[in-house]
């Protein structure tokens, strides 16, 4: 059984479009979690749900917007899509979050990625 | 910004070599991570590190937290081709930050 999926696999659209992503965990995780990965491979996280609510928003579009549906799953719609938005979007859950000296840790695991082309 | 600091960018090495890879980084840490991640796939936890001095393994893999908790280094032994992929750091920081991954070539 897949721990963390992502659909679809590949997204390819047209500029202007508006799509969503979608992510399930069957692992009982709390949290979610979207990255953005670019072309040169650098991770960047752009939001995280604990348990239904946002509790990280990066500095992120607001044509990008999450939805926790339940816990299991986190959807990543976006709006006006634009070149800029080409990239491969991750999803990964995690048990919780820990706080060891003030900050939040924990080991997350990743779903197969979404590969968005926006022509 | 980019808050981690890993090198080397590449590397191509022959199967058999040793590998070795670190993170740094200006602010203090209280947990390491690294992971890897193989071609059209996401990222996978190898190793995670919560106090500093700390040395683990896991396999060929060795990791370690430094003492300063601004640095960490992984190393591979005796590396086999399916050792091929991109690894990358992590730590909390506001929220998970990755270092911009090393990418390793082995050739057999």
């Known amino acids: 059984d897949t721990a963390v999926s992502q659909t679809p696999k590949y997204l390819v659209t047209q500029m202007g479009n508006d799509k969503s992503i979608k992510c399930e965990q069957n692992?009982?995780?709390?949290?979610m979690y979207w990255y953005k990965q670019d072309s040169k491979k650098f991770l960047k996280i752009m939001f995280s749900?604990?348990?239904?609510?946002?509790?990280i928003n990066e500095t992120v579009p607001n044509r990008f917007s999450p939805k926790s549906p339940d816990k299991a799953h986190l959807n990543l719609h976006i709006n006006s899509l634009e070149l800029g938005d080409s990239a491969v979007y991750f999803c990964?859950?995690?048990?919780?979050?820990?706080?060891?000296?003030?900050?939040?840790?924990?080991?997350?695991?990743f779903g197969p990625g979404t590969r968005l082309t926006v022509l | 910004g980019q808050q981690l600091n890993q090198s080397p960018q590449s590397m191509f090495i022959q199967e058999g070599e040793d590998v070795s890879m670190n993170c740094t980084s200006s602010?203090?840490?209280?947990?390491w991570l690294w992971y890897k991640q193989d071609p059209g796939e996401g990222p996978v936890l190898l190793i995670a590190?919560?106090?500093?001095?700390e040395l683990t393994s896991n396999g060929r893999l060795t990791a370690q937290f430094g003492i300063t908790r601004k640095d960490s280094f992984l190393n591979i032994s005796a590396s086999i081709p399916s050792d091929v992929g991109i690894y990358f750091c992590?730590?909390?920081?506001?929220?998970?930050?990755f270092g911009a991954g090393t990418r390793l070539t082995v050739k057999p």
């Open positions: 590190l919560y106090k500093a001095g």
């Open positions: 692992l009982g995780h709390d949290t």
């Open positions: 602010s203090i840490f209280n947990t």
């Open positions: 749900y604990n348990n239904k609510e946002l509790i």
């Open positions: 992590a730590g909390p920081l506001g929220g998970m930050r």
């Open positions: 990964a859950s995690s048990q919780g979050l820990i706080r060891i000296a003030g900050e939040v840790t924990d080991t997350q695991y």
